[in-house]
């Protein structure tokens, strides 16, 4: 379900609700968990709903937390942004279009069975095969595996596929003759936990230590995960001890439970970039599929006011197309406030105030402060003459046929993009190295297809030399601004809160942490 709404709010009124969040919230009256965890439990209360557990539709952090504790990749991204091996041992380039891995010695899954080269092909198989696939965008080629004996194998491709080992790190391996071009419900995998109990309407899954577990066994015996939507909900559920953990938490959340005796608060530097993502889906004589109008209408946004005083500070207007902190980011400009100065270029690109009619929408959750923002936003585009519709979709709903261009019409998205990498390079394939053919199956970003950023991203994937490399990642990214993709973006600092009882979480930029590693104070 989704609701449509074109309110009129002061800007101050629009900041005020900052505090009052949960108030616009579809699901405002969802309760939070009740009664405490055990001494052996640790419960997680999650903003979005974690509908199943593989990632080959949808990814998002906190759920890449619960998803790798139960399946796992070859390698996994580190708190560095670079490889780190899980279930390979040896993972190198040795020729220029071949990786050769090595499992590790007794990796199993959690009926006992091996791990095998067939596995990695299969989820390879089916990681390509899903219609709509999040991951299908970073793949320049999907690599074939060849198997060299029962614990070594090759990836080969066409082309060098210099940061595949960056790659496989999202892909998560299953039984091959339980796998399917599709999110796994259910199902066994290799990971320190195993799933016990699960609901998938409710957002709510069971997890216990797997005994059979080939690595150290986990520090806590049993992890309960929640979906809880309405922010203050999982902060008084917190505070009151019901859950230990909680993410993606505003700063008027971050506030309250700021020097609690017993609440710490984790933040570190994030990967991910937040955007008000323009629809490149727009026929030819649209005024958004025209770049002047695009920039144009980035000089209404107040992004120092939507950093200062509806974000507090908790997150950084965007100097690039991807976050800083991803290895190759570079700066490519800023958003300016010049109102005077949109109107100016809107009159000049032929659009008289009310000509342009916007329709924003976003799915609750997206980032923090979301309504609020968007209100705020919905107000600054109204002083320039350009009157805008805002439409809110309840987690798990239908957005993702709208981002497809397969539901209803709609302008600008309010999305978040995280890195599965760490790289620049592969992040910006993501987004935006999009071809017709890509377009076809809808595995485009809000279907950006420009052939110079794609030709550039396509010719920096397979460069072998690095400083070449990295010079092509540069050019793509100032070529993505020259497009203005964004009515704004910002990038987040990625927030937990948990009890002190639970200890050794060790929150990485990802926005994410190794289940298995934490453990409870008793």
């Known amino acids: 379900m989704t609701q449509s709404r074109s309110p009129a709010l002061s800007r101050r009124s629009a900041l005020r609700l900052g505090a009052g969040l949960c108030a616009f919230g579809p699901?405002?009256?969802?309760?939070?968990?009740?009664?405490?965890?055990?001494?052996?439990?640790?419960?997680?209360?999650?903003?979005?709903?974690?509908?199943?557990?593989?990632?080959?539709?949808?990814?998002f952090e906190a759920a890449v937390t619960v998803q790798r504790a139960v399946?796992?990749?070859?390698?996994?991204?580190?708190?560095?942004?670079?490889?780190?091996?899980?279930?390979?041992?040896?993972?190198?380039?040795?020729e220029p279009t071949a990786w050769t891995v090595r499992l590790r010695a007794g990796v199993r899954y959690s009926d006992g069975s091996p791990v095998t080269p067939q596995d990695v092909a299969k989820a390879l198989e089916m990681y390509q095969g899903v219609n709509g696939s999040f991951?299908?965008?970073?793949?320049?080629?999907?690599?074939?595996?060849?198997?060299?004996?029962?614990?070594?194998?090759?990836l080969r491709s066409r082309r060098p596929l210099p940061a595949l080992d960056y790659l496989m790190a999202n892909i998560l391996i299953t039984p091959s003759a339980a796998n399917r071009p599709e999110e796994l419900q259910s199902g066994i995998g290799s990971g320190p936990y195993v799933v016990?109990?699960?609901?998938?309407?409710?957002?709510?899954?069971?997890?216990?230590?797997?005994?059979?577990?080939?690595?150290?066994?986990?520090?806590?015996?049993?992890?309960?995960?929640?979906?809880?939507?309405?922010?203050?909900?999982?902060?008084?559920?917190?505070?009151s001890g019901e859950v230990d953990v909680i993410d993606t938490i505003s700063p008027d959340s971050a506030e309250q439970l700021t020097g609690l005796p017993e609440v710490g608060l984790d933040t570190v530097p994030g990967t991910r970039i937040n955007q008000?993502?323009?629809?490149?889906?727009?026929?030819?004589?649209?005024?958004?599929?025209?770049?002047?109008v695009r920039e144009a209408l980035t000089f209404a946004i107040d992004g120092r006011t939507l950093v200062e005083d509806v974000l507090v500070g908790s997150v950084e207007q965007a100097g690039g197309v991807v976050p800083?902190?991803?290895?190759?980011a570079v700066r490519t400009g800023d958003y300016t406030f010049d109102p005077r100065r949109a109107r100016q270029l809107l009159d000049a690109a032929g659009v008289r105030a009310g000509d342009l009619r916007l329709k924003i929408i976003w799915e609750s959750g997206e980032f923090p402060a979301d309504t609020t923002v968007m209100e705020a936003v919905l107000q600054m585009l109204g002083r320039v003459g350009v009157p805008v519709t805002l439409q809110q979709f309840e987690p798990g709903g239908d957005i993702s046929q709208w981002r497809q261009g397969r539901a209803g019409d709609w302008d600008v998205l309010g999305n978040g993009f995280?890195?599965?990498?760490?790289?620049?390079?592969?992040?910006?394939?993501?987004?935006?190295?999009?071809?017709?053919?890509?377009?076809?199956?809808?595995?485009?970003?809000?279907?950006?297809?420009?052939?110079?950023?794609?030709?550039?991203?396509?010719?920096?994937?397979?460069?072998?030399?690095?400083?070449?490399?990295?010079?092509?990642?540069?050019?793509?990214q100032h070529a993505v601004w020259n497009t203005w993709p964004c009515l704004w973006a910002f990038v987040p600092r990625a927030v937990l809160a948990r009890r002190r009882r639970v200890k050794d979480l060790a929150l990485e930029p990802t926005n994410s942490y190794e289940l298995a590693s934490t453990r409870l104070e008793r």
């Open 276 to 292: 008000l993502f323009y629809n490149f889906r727009k026929p030819q004589g649209h005024p958004l599929s025209d770049p002047r």
């Open 27 to 59: 699901l405002a009256a969802c309760a939070g968990p009740t009664g405490s965890p055990g001494p052996d439990t640790m419960t997680l209360a999650l903003n979005r709903s974690l509908v199943s557990l593989d990632n080959k539709l949808n990814q």
């Open 196 to 239: 016990t109990a699960s609901n998938r309407g409710t957002g709510d899954y069971s997890l216990t230590a797997n005994p059979r577990y080939w690595g150290p066994p986990p520090r806590v015996r049993n992890v309960e995960v929640r979906f809880v939507p309405e922010e203050s909900s999982r902060v008084v559920s917190l505070r």
């Open 324 to 328: 800083a902190t991803l290895s190759g």
């Open 135 to 154: 991951l299908a965008a970073f793949f320049p080629e999907w690599p074939t595996v060849v198997a060299l004996d029962d614990r070594t194998f090759q």
């Open 418 to 476: 995280t890195s599965p990498t760490g790289l620049a390079m592969i992040t910006l394939q993501g987004m935006y190295g999009g071809t017709p053919e890509k377009e076809k199956t809808r595995d485009t970003y809000q279907g950006y297809v420009v052939p110079e950023v794609a030709d550039l991203l396509d010719r920096a994937n397979a460069e072998i030399d690095a400083t070449a490399r990295q010079e092509l990642v540069a050019r793509a």
């Open 71 to 94: 399946r796992q990749a070859l390698v996994r991204i580190g708190p560095d942004l670079t490889p780190q091996p899980v279930l390979a041992e040896r993972f190198e380039l040795t």
